[in-house]
């Protein structure tokens, strides 16, 4: 199914249609402030393991990220981070960034890394912050399997690739080119592992 839902201000309804096809299990493909992401509640153990099908890994060793609508979930999924840790987060979130944290014991076995690590991600888009409040809890976030741009930036292309192994595409406008910037803080000294969108300057 393609749903188009509005960039600035989403339709209530529909932003509710989506929560509730994830808390069914359901699989959907959302915008970010970067790239188009394939997504399902993290709590859908299922649901993950479709989605790791879908991109032909392990779901043991795959490294998801998922989704939070703010900084209020940071204590649920992660350890307790430091004063400075907290604050950088705050600068630069939300925003095009994925930060990887210790995971909390509350964090789905199969969404942590072999590390107990997760990546977190708080996207500047209000058609995916909105849904995450609609579910009440984060999302799953993962980039879409694709060799031209058009196939993870148009959702009209990107819907008629993948209708039949997902169950809601959301057209929310054009998607970026560039992935989130990925920044490993368990470590003493952080450490840009991926270089995307986000422009890092610690």
Same mark, same amino acid.
């Given at each position: 199914? /393609?749903?188009?839902?509005?960039?600035?201000?989403?339709?209530?309804? /529909?932003v509710?249609?989506?929560a509730?096809?994830?808390?069914?299990?359901?699989?959907?493909?959302?915008?970010?402030?970067?790239?188009?992401?394939?997504?399902?509640?993290?709590?859908?153990?299922?649901?993950?393991?479709?989605?790791?099908?879908?991109?032909?890994?392990?779901?043991?060793?795959?490294?998801?990220?998922?989704?939070?609508?703010?900084?209020?979930?940071?204590?649920?999924?992660?350890?307790?981070?430091?004063?400075?840790?907290?604050?950088?987060?705050?600068?630069? /979130?939300?925003?095009?960034?994925?930060?990887?944290?210790?995971?909390?014991?509350?964090?789905?076995?199969?969404?942590q890394?072999?590390?107990?690590?997760?990546?977190?991600?708080?996207?500047?888009?209000?058609?995916?912050l909105?849904?995450?409040?609609?579910?009440?809890?984060?999302?799953? !976030?993962?980039t879409?399997?694709?060799?031209?741009?058009?196939?993870?930036?148009?959702?009209?292309?990107?819907?008629?690739?993948?209708?039949?192994?997902?169950?809601?595409?959301?057209?929310?406008?054009?998607?970026? $080119?560039?992935? !989130?910037?990925? $920044?490993d803080?368990?470590?003493?000294?952080?450490?840009v $592992?991926?270089?995307?969108?986000?422009?890092?300057?610690?």
């Amino acid at each position: 199914m /393609l749903i188009q839902i509005h960039p600035i201000d989403p339709q209530p309804r /529909l932003v509710k249609q989506v929560a509730e096809c994830l808390q069914d299990g359901g699989i959907i493909i959302y915008p970010t402030d970067t790239i188009y992401g394939l997504g399902c509640d993290i709590f859908q153990h299922k649901a993950v393991e479709r989605i790791a099908r879908i991109k032909n890994i392990n779901p043991a060793k795959a490294q998801f990220s998922f989704i939070c609508r703010d900084l209020s979930h940071l204590s649920d999924y992660t350890k307790p981070v430091n004063t400075p840790l907290y604050r950088i987060l705050k600068q630069y /979130l939300p925003g095009p960034f994925t930060f990887i944290l210790p995971a909390s014991r509350q964090v789905p076995k199969i969404l942590q890394s072999k590390k107990s690590t997760i990546g977190l991600r708080i996207p500047n888009n209000k058609i995916c912050l909105d849904i995450i409040q609609a579910l009440d809890h984060p999302i799953l !976030s993962t980039t879409l399997p694709g060799e031209t741009v058009e196939e993870y930036t148009d959702p009209e292309v990107i819907y008629e690739k993948f209708n039949a192994q997902v169950d809601i595409v959301i057209d929310g406008g054009p998607g970026g $080119i560039h992935p !989130s910037t990925v $920044i490993d803080c368990t470590k003493d000294e952080y450490e840009v $592992i991926r270089q995307g969108l986000g422009e890092w300057n610690e």
